[in-house]
């Protein structure tokens, strides 16, 4: 899980450095930069779900480029705190280098949970409201076989939308015996709106080729998130699909909910669970 998000914030430090080239390549100047220094900023991972904490929140700088350890420095003796919108108040405390957890908050639903991060000086803000949960009505899974000979199955996942307009998901699909465990069918982000299907109920189909086989136990979660995290995981998505070349698109970060120019994301997000063994 380090390995990946250290991956995923040494992209995010190279979409910074190559929008600049892009930016300052159309001005038509001639420029000369530092790829070891250029502005590191801090980036803020934290998630809140309706299950039992510890909660967590890392805190770490973009890196340089030519690391190739991928490492991003820790952020330490910073001051984390997150409050809800009843008032509860839980100051983190640093277990590890950068790593921040809870103690006494409560993830629920409907309740809306403000993070706030100071560290060298500086104060970064954050909002996240947790939805209302929606459950796995059924999940199944079916073998399929393809061309030339390759088997595999579609697993199939069913859910009621709530009545309200403005509804967010993300599905995880895990297998017991593949690593990395988000990976059966090549997919990291699998995000869904309401937008044309709301009130209805929805099917999805994650096809599992042949990094699964028979007697896997399939994990499939439900996640129910708020508008912020889908636009940010939206936006992510759609950048490591892309070709990352600063010749074809000027490159962008991933929308952040941070406030003060900061990186990374705040979620607060309800999970339901079911597993399935492949037969």
């Known amino acids: 899980m380090k390995t990946k998000r250290n991956l995923l914030l040494r992209t995010i430090f190279v979409l910074t450095f190559f929008s600049t080239v892009w930016f300052l390549y159309g001005c038509q100047q001639v420029v000369s930069i530092d790829l070891n220094t250029a502005n590191p900023r801090i980036v803020v991972e934290g998630n809140i779900k309706d299950q039992p904490g510890p909660y967590s929140v890392f805190l770490s700088m973009t890196g340089s480029y030519f690391d190739t350890t991928l490492a991003t420095p820790p952020v330490s003796h910073a001051q984390v705190v997150i409050t809800d919108n009843l008032g509860n108040r839980d100051t983190l405390k640093e277990v590890i280098s950068g790593t921040y957890q809870s ?4 993830g629920v639903s409907g309740r809306t949970y403000m993070l706030s991060v100071k560290a060298d000086g500086k104060e970064y803000i954050a909002t996240s409201s947790m939805p209302t949960k929606v459950f796995i009505d059924s999940l199944y899974a079916l073998p399929r076989h393809g061309f030339g000979g390759e088997s595999g199955y579609d697993i199939y996942v069913t859910f009621k939308d709530p009545p309200e307009l403005g509804n967010y998901y993300r599905i995880n699909a895990r297998s017991s015996t593949v ?3 988000d990976s059966i069918d090549g997919r990291r982000y699998r995000l869904f709106t309401d937008k044309l299907t709301n009130g209805n109920e929805m099917t999805e189909r994650i096809r599992a080729g042949r990094n699964v086989n028979v007697g896997d136990t399939i994990t499939i979660e439900l996640c129910s998130i708020d508008k912020a995290s889908y636009d ?7 950048i490591l699909s892309s070709d990352r070349s600063p010749t074809s698109l000027a ?6 909910n941070i406030s003060s120019d900061a990186l990374g994301y705040f979620a607060a997000y309800t999970i339901d669970s079911k597993q399935i063994v492949l037969r």
């Open 232 to 238: 940010y995981f939206n936006t992510l998505s759609d």
């Open 103 to 106: 103690s006494t908050l409560l």
């Open 251 to 256: 490159p962008e970060n991933p929308n952040s």
């Open 179 to 181: 690593i990395p465990a």
